[in-house]
């Protein structure tokens, strides 16, 4: 035994092992929705993506536009130039059917001035995304801004011109650096509540009272709740515990021609039930952290001033004043990163969220948790009782306890470096993949049958070469035997075999059978030498 | 066991797998034929796991009576690992229309023709009056297309869980069932069975190149292959005659099956063309002895697959299963019936004894 310990093979395997064990207790296995439970969206497009670019804008497209709707955890990824992957959390059936629809749906977009609509998305005549008319980004890494410019229709650029006319007022004047203006706000927003109310509880809107212009980073610039109101135009009650006599009266009226409640999900079932009872449909909307509930109620994107530029601050006249068909939206940022980054959210925002390529059909996969859990349970059982049952069967052959441990051993210390491989490379573990790791395993049993049988072939009958040369033998089994597995599974992995649902598979039942060969089996061959040597 | 059958006149054996090479073929191919699962033809499949047995029988005669599926399919399954309902169809009647109408208000809608797409749009709206409610329907054709849309992603949604309800409700339910929804539509299915042919077309040309490197001599290899061609169809014969579907899960399974029983082929042939040790009859049967532990081994940790996961539903697991365990027994016949005479008739051919 102490000269087992001295070889470098078995040194090898013990290391990698503890690396394993460590790997799978500070790393973790991560499980994908099998496990966990969750939603799957296979989203197929209308027609191929026809650039790289063009995929990309469509997997951001579909983040941004879940990241409207306050939800967490997603993960949006491309297949092939077809195919958008869409992993979530949540499985509730009405919130599922409520994010299809928006996948397939754009949304409404609406820029306003003083409660008024300036333009709409379907109103903007292109985005352009020209680099040569300016669209990118500008100055160095310290100094750096983001400018997108766009074109209107022409009725909207009138408005735009009248609406905006003079909104920027003087605060003071140097004689060397000219005016110095205070330029009014405008509010980008995408599906704006219509014929809603906003029913609010006032503790949240005392905590919203003044919110920073870009809750998503630093400024000092506010807005006031009023001021961000006032403009979607949602009227909005606020009260205190419950509704008062008086705010149910104005409710009441509001019911005429308002049809939807606008509420967050903690709201009294009372005050509930009084909504219900005037015939108003519910929304609730969760107070995401990263935003004002305000933003995500109103469904406001994004605020940006106006230039005294364009509110033509140096015509006297609306008359004289000049009207823009082309309009320029610029911004500073933080870096370079950052300022690609607000391009692109914006750029969204003008396209109404509107995805490059139209969705063709959506295909989906739900799990509840509650069964992921069972499942989880169930297939590690699996795996238990296979490397059971592989045991009695060996132990049946062999009735040979010292042959049939190390085997054991063996198998188990391969399928911990397989989940050890999967937490390194987080790989996220399924049903699939656990099929995968009992049937590496598996192989990795079959091969131990061979140097075994191999090794103590004809032991009472001459030998002919020695220990050595016959486990050499048996290797070549082992290696042919691994690479026609390999050869029949890889291609699975390179077409990335049903969406990749199936990869998983792949990768264990081949990480396993590399694992065996190079690690485990090298290992298991000096001990099973020593086994028969006795 | 330990009569050795290869010294005697072992020709004759190889009737054995060509006679049931023939049967598998017929099975396969001409009846009752290997099906395709919704995974590769559109459809939807729910899978239920409650805390009471589900009669199967009576839930279709109940599903039947409400609904107008296409092909709907009820197994139910009650053991010691709980109670499981599995519930597949192709398409319901109501959402067929629904969506046939969507979509012809969308071209309406691009063709600009408003009042018909506005037309569509209701049509395709109350196709679905059994699962959603739509109280006012926008005027403009656009948006009443959007409705209609929603509309039909809405009834979808209800339809589970009315399913959810009917369960409780029928089978007297305690807890709510967990549940796995998988909804493929048409066109996915064709990709998924393209990528299929593409990753087997590639599987099957890289296990052949890799025998052929390792081996050198034609007829080995070859028989190496045509025993792992006959595991598929032994396979595929079982599939046909359980009706297991080819799908998403078994077609992977397969490839693998082809991986994993190529190994006793391997064993076998490396023991006959480079030992020299007693004859050949005698090697064969040596390794026959080795190859059978190798075989049993991965065939009773299938069972064990096999049995739990078909107990719990675990449905990628049970295809991957049932594949590889009827696969492997087919190993049996194709490596120490087929493989193993041909090899030993090569050799005695070569005189290399």
């Given amino acids: 035994m102490k000269d087992l310990m001295k070889s470098w093979k078995v040194i090898l395997m013990f290391s990698l092992l503890a690396l394993s064990i460590a790997l799978i207790a500070f790393n973790g296995l991560r499980l994908g929705i099998d496990f966990n439970g969750g939603t799957l969206f296979e989203v197929h497009l209308e027609r191929a993506a026809s650039t790289e670019q063009e995929m990309v804008d469509v997997t951001s497209t579909i983040s941004q536009r879940l990241d409207w709707t306050g939800l967490k955890d997603t993960k949006v990824s491309s297949f092939g130039n077809e195919f958008a992957l869409i992993e979530i959390a949540e499985t509730n059936p009405e919130q599922v059917a409520l994010l299809e629809s928006l996948i397939k749906k754009q949304g409404k977009f609406e820029a306003m001035i003083d409660s008024n609509v300036m333009f709409t998305g379907a109103e903007i005549i292109s985005i352009i995304k020209d680099p040569a008319k300016g669209y990118g980004l500008r100055g160095t890494e310290k100094n750096i801004s983001w400018v997108l410019p766009f074109a209107l229709s022409n009725e909207a650029s009138q408005r735009f011109k009248e609406l905006t006319f003079h909104k920027c007022t003087l605060l003071s004047y140097n004689p060397e650096t000219g005016s110095d203006y205070e330029c009014e706000k405008t509010f980008f927003f995408i599906d704006r509540p219509l014929t809603s109310v906003l029913v609010m509880p006032d503790y949240l809107f005392e905590?919203?009272?003044?919110?920073?212009?870009?809750?998503?980073?630093?400024?000092?610039?506010?807005?006031?709740?009023?001021?961000?109101?006032?403009?979607?135009?949602?009227?909005?009650?606020?009260?205190?515990?419950?509704?008062?006599?008086?705010?149910?009266?104005?409710?009441?009226?509001?019911?005429?021609?308002?049809?939807?409640?606008?509420?967050?999900?903690?709201?009294?079932?009372?005050?509930?039930?009084?909504?219900?009872?005037?015939?108003?449909?519910?929304?609730?909307?969760?107070?995401?952290?990263?935003?004002?509930?305000?933003?995500?109620?109103?469904?406001?994107?994004?605020?940006?001033?106006?230039?005294?530029?364009?509110?033509?601050?140096?015509?006297?006249?609306?008359?004289?004043?000049?009207?823009?068909?082309?309009?320029?939206?610029?911004?500073?940022?933080?870096?370079?990163?950052?300022?690609?980054?607000?391009?692109?959210q914006l750029t969204i925002i003008l396209e109404s969220g509107s995805l490059p390529i139209a969705v063709e059909s959506v295909s989906r996969e739900s799990i509840s948790p509650a069964l992921g859990k069972e499942f989880f349970f169930y297939a590690s059982i699996t795996g238990l009782l296979a490397l059971i049952v592989v045991a009695l069967v060996l132990f049946i052959r062999y009735r040979f306890?010292?042959?049939?441990?190390?085997?054991?051993?063996?198998?188990?210390?391969?399928?911990?470096?397989?989940?050890?491989?999967?937490?390194?490379?987080?790989?996220?573990?399924?049903?699939?993949?656990?099929?995968?790791?009992?049937?590496?395993?598996?192989?990795?049993?079959?091969?131990?049958?061979?140097?075994?049988?191999?090794?103590?072939?004809?032991?009472?009958?001459?030998?002919?070469?020695?220990?050595?040369?016959?486990?050499?033998?048996?290797?070549?089994?082992?290696?042919?035997?691994?690479?026609?597995?390999?050869?029949?599974?890889?291609?699975?992995?390179?077409?990335?075999?049903?969406?990749?649902?199936?990869?998983?598979?792949?990768?264990?039942?081949?990480?396993?059978?590399f694992v065996g060969v190079l690690i485990t089996r090298p290992a298991f061959n000096e001990i099973a030498q020593k086994i028969i040597e006795k | 066991m330990n009569i050795n059958f290869y010294q005697a006149n072992y020709k004759p054996l190889l009737l054995i797998p060509i006679a049931l090479a023939i049967i598998g073929i017929f099975l396969v191919a001409v009846f009752p034929q290997v099906p395709f699962g919704m995974d590769l033809t559109g459809g939807t499949r729910l899978i239920f796991r409650t805390d009471k047995p589900i009669d199967a029988t009576l839930l279709e005669k109940e599903l039947r009576a409400k609904y107008s599926f296409d092909e709907l399919r009820v197994i139910s399954i009650s053991g010691p690992a709980g109670n499981g309902t599995t519930l597949e169809f192709s398409s319901l009647k109501e959402f067929n229309q629904a969506n046939s109408l969507l979509s012809e208000a969308r071209k309406a809608l691009k063709e600009n023709n408003l009042e018909l797409a506005r037309q569509k749009a209701i049509d395709s709206i109350n196709a679905l009056n059994l699962f959603v409610k739509v109280d006012e329907i926008p005027a403009d054709a656009s948006e009443a297309v959007d409705a209609a849309s929603d509309a039909v992603i809405k009834a979808k949604e209800n339809l589970q869980l009315q399913l959810n309800a009917l369960l409780k409700e029928k089978f007297a339910l305690e807890e709510e069932p967990r549940s796995q929804l998988r909804e493929i539509g048409a066109i996915l299915g064709a990709t998924f069975w393209n990528n299929a042919l593409m990753v087997a077309l590639t599987s099957i040309t890289l296990i052949t190149i890799i025998v052929f490197i390792f081996f050198r001599e034609i007829i080995p290899s070859l028989a190496i292959i045509l025993a792992a061609a006959f595991d598929v169809l032994i396979a595929l014969a079982f599939m046909a005659l359980l009706s297991i579907p080819l799908s998403l899960s078994s077609i992977p399974a397969l490839l693998m099956l082809v991986g994993y029983s190529i190994d006793t082929d391997i064993m076998l042939t490396t023991r006959m063309l480079k030992r020299r040790e007693g004859t050949p009859a005698e090697r064969s049967f040596e390794a026959m002895k080795t190859g059978i532990t190798m075989t049993s081994t991965a065939l009773a940790a299938f069972a064990a697959m096999l049995l739990l996961s078909y107990l719990t539903q675990m449905l990628v697991i049970y295809q991957i299963a049932i594949v590889l365990f009827f696969g492997l027994l087919g190993d049996l016949i194709s490596t120490w019936l087929m493989n193993a005479p041909v090899l030993l008739w090569y050799v005695e051919k070569k005189k290399v004894i």
């Fill in chain 1, 207 to 344: 905590e919203e009272k003044q919110m920073p212009v870009d809750p998503r980073r630093q400024s000092s610039n506010t807005i006031s709740a009023e001021e961000l109101l006032k403009n979607a135009s949602v009227p909005f009650i606020i009260f205190d515990k419950n509704l008062s006599g008086e705010q149910l009266i104005e409710l009441k009226e509001l019911s005429e021609n308002h049809f939807t409640a606008i509420i967050l999900p903690e709201t009294t079932e009372s005050i509930k039930e009084s909504l219900k009872a005037m015939n108003f449909k519910l929304k609730e909307f969760k107070k995401a952290d990263d935003e004002p509930w305000l933003w995500t109620a109103t469904g406001l994107k994004s605020i940006i001033f106006l230039t005294e530029s364009v509110a033509n601050m140096k015509a006297k006249t609306l008359s004289e004043a000049e009207s823009f068909p082309e309009l320029i939206i610029t911004g500073g940022a933080n870096d370079a990163k950052d300022a690609k980054e607000r391009l692109q």
């Fill in chain 1, 401 to 513: 306890l010292k042959l049939v441990i190390p085997i054991m051993f063996t198998a188990i210390a391969e399928v911990i470096l397989v989940l050890g491989l999967a937490s390194l490379i987080n790989w996220s573990l399924d049903l699939a993949a656990v099929a995968g790791i009992i049937a590496a395993v598996g192989t990795g049993v079959n091969d131990q049958i061979v140097i075994i049988d191999e090794l103590s072939h004809k032991r009472k009958e001459e030998v002919t070469g020695s220990l050595v040369q016959r486990g050499k033998r048996a290797f070549f089994i082992v290696i042919a035997a691994a690479s026609t597995l390999v050869a029949a599974l890889a291609p699975l992995i390179f077409f990335g075999f049903g969406l990749g649902k199936l990869v998983g598979f792949a990768i264990t039942t081949i990480a396993g059978v």
